[in-house]
């Protein structure tokens, strides 16, 4: 037998040896299929786009960005850079723990792009503010800076004759986008030209005046829906001279709802609902004061047709307290916005709420205020059952903390704890363990003669990790078998 002849017959031998082998020891499938549990790891990468801002006469805009100290990563950077071109950076934070950011006076800022990476990254969040002392904008306004997305939805806006509301795109990632812009009204969703399949280059950003896609409407919803790639969008709405606020986004269709921070001294607030199913809804309305939760009389409950926009005038709901007000829906899948007033005759300013979740975690504004004019107030609201929640806060130095209870169905308004000699920083809010759900709104307040001028955010849990899918090492998957 020739030397080639038997060497193929050895190796056809040795391979059917440990094919056999490996056959024989092959874990069976259902053991073969188990994996460890996903763990939860420190984000990596985090990014937070601030739309484009109209300083107005006299305005100082202020774009703040936090990110909490985190044992468990070092190194990294936050950066913060114009949308258009990341070669030019307006801003960074030196380290975590401590707030940091930027200041513009220019009429017109662009869109502007936070970049949180390693030690930065878990937890980070960035709001932009705006002081307008004189003119038509005139007040406090500001908007949490957010990492683009695939869907967005604002409700309570108008393009009626006095509102000038504005649509902000900015794409801050590196690949097209291209969106639809739907906006609804209400007699249902409008036909709108232009505003479909829009597309949008890596670096590009555009406003669009939404009275120009359908004049008139009382009350309006705005829908941006990405077809593919991801946007940033916001909208700000101005009404002449009683006040300017952007809205912020009222979060995915559901039938239950909280929209915490309704201040006790509101001249007026207008709820608006939207119906986003294929079927009308009884929709419930309660309010949670300081003392109780309660029907509004007159506003126990509303009719929201499906598609269409619907508004409520609530009036002083408040009576004086500070509230949260609770939406249920009977049938249908509804979204939510509150628009409330402070202050009589010229001297008011406006902001826009939405519902939040409840916290789960903690949950981190980046821009809180103190000092001469400037307060900051915390709302807490715990719907059912009796809550707690931990405030923190700090400017870098020493923090400043304090614990609150929040009697089950009440709303509590409480005074930010502020460190020490602090005129800005950075709010934490947490639940201890054992609190019931809580949901949470902060206003910026600055009193300017007889005009309150005023911004309210929502407070969301943070971002702090990703789970990490399991796995296990297994050699069989080298092993084929039979099916």
Not at 310 to 330: M, P, Q, R, Y
Not at 355 to 368: K, Q
Not at 426 to 455: C, W, Y
Request: hydrophobic share 40%.
């Amino acid at each position: 037998m020739k030397r080639t002849t038997l060497s193929l017959v050895v190796a056809v031998a040795v391979l059917a040896l440990i094919v056999g082998a490996a056959t024989l020891t092959r874990p069976s499938s259902s053991h073969a299929t188990e994996s460890a549990p996903p763990q939860q790891v420190p984000v990596q990468r985090a990014e937070a786009v601030c739309p484009q801002v109209r300083g107005g006469q006299g305005g100082t805009t202020v774009y703040s960005g936090f990110a909490p100290e985190n044992a468990a990563v070092s190194g990294g950077t936050a950066v913060l850079t114009e949308v258009a071109d990341a070669a030019k950076t307006r801003g960074t934070i030196e380290a975590p723990g401590r707030p940091g950011g930027a200041e513009a006076t220019e009429a017109e800022v662009p869109a502007l792009d936070w970049e949180a990476t390693d030690a930065f990254a878990p937890g980070f969040a960035a709001q932009v503010t705006t002081k307008v002392p004189l003119g038509a904008a005139r007040g406090l306004s500001g908007t949490l800076c957010r990492e683009p997305d695939t869907e967005h939805w604002f409700v309570g806006t108008s393009t009626a004759q006095n509102r000038d509301a504005y649509l902000y795109l900015s794409n801050n990632t590196r690949v097209a986008a291209q969106i639809d812009v739907e906006l609804y009204g209400p007699d249902g969703e409008v036909q709108t030209e232009g505003v479909h399949s829009m597309t949008f280059a890596p670096g590009e950003s555009q406003n669009i005046l939404l009275k120009t896609l359908k004049p008139d409407l009382p009350v309006a919803a705005v829908h941006v829906l990405a077809r593919s790639g991801r946007i940033a969008a916001d909208v700000r709405d101005q009404q002449g001279t009683a006040g300017t606020d952007w809205l912020p986004e009222a979060g995915r269709p559901g039938r239950s709802f909280v929209v915490p921070g309704v201040p006790e001294d509101v001249t007026n607030a207008r709820l608006v609902l939207v119906g986003t199913s294929d079927t009308d809804t009884e929709v419930g309305i309660e309010v949670a004061g300081k003392a109780s939760t309660f029907k509004p009389a007159g506003f126990e409950s509303v009719n929201v047709g499906r598609g269409k926009v619907v508004e409520v005038d609530l009036g002083a709901v408040t009576k004086g307290e500070a509230s949260a007000i609770k939406l249920t829906a009977a049938r249908a899948d509804i979204l939510a916005g509150v628009r409330v007033t402070r202050g009589t005759g010229d001297a008011t300013d406006v902001a826009y709420l939405a519902p939040t979740p409840e916290l789960t975690g903690r949950a981190i504004l980046a821009d809180n205020r103190a000092g001469g004019a400037l307060s900051t107030t915390v709302y807490l609201t715990a719907p059912a059952e009796d809550g707690r929640v931990r405030l923190t806060t700090t400017d870098g130095a020493a923090p400043a903390t304090a614990e609150i209870d929040v009697p089950g169905g009440t709303t509590v308004a409480v005074q930010a704890p502020v460190p020490p000699n602090a005129a800005k920083f950075a709010l934490i809010a947490e639940p201890i363990p054992g609190s019931a759900p809580v949901h949470a709104a902060r206003m910026i307040n600055e009193q300017a003669d007889k005009t309150p001028m005023f911004t309210i955010q929502g407070l969301t849990p943070a971002h702090e990790t990703v789970a990490l899918p399991g796995v296990r090492g297994d050699i069989a998957i080298m092993v084929p078998t039979k099916d």
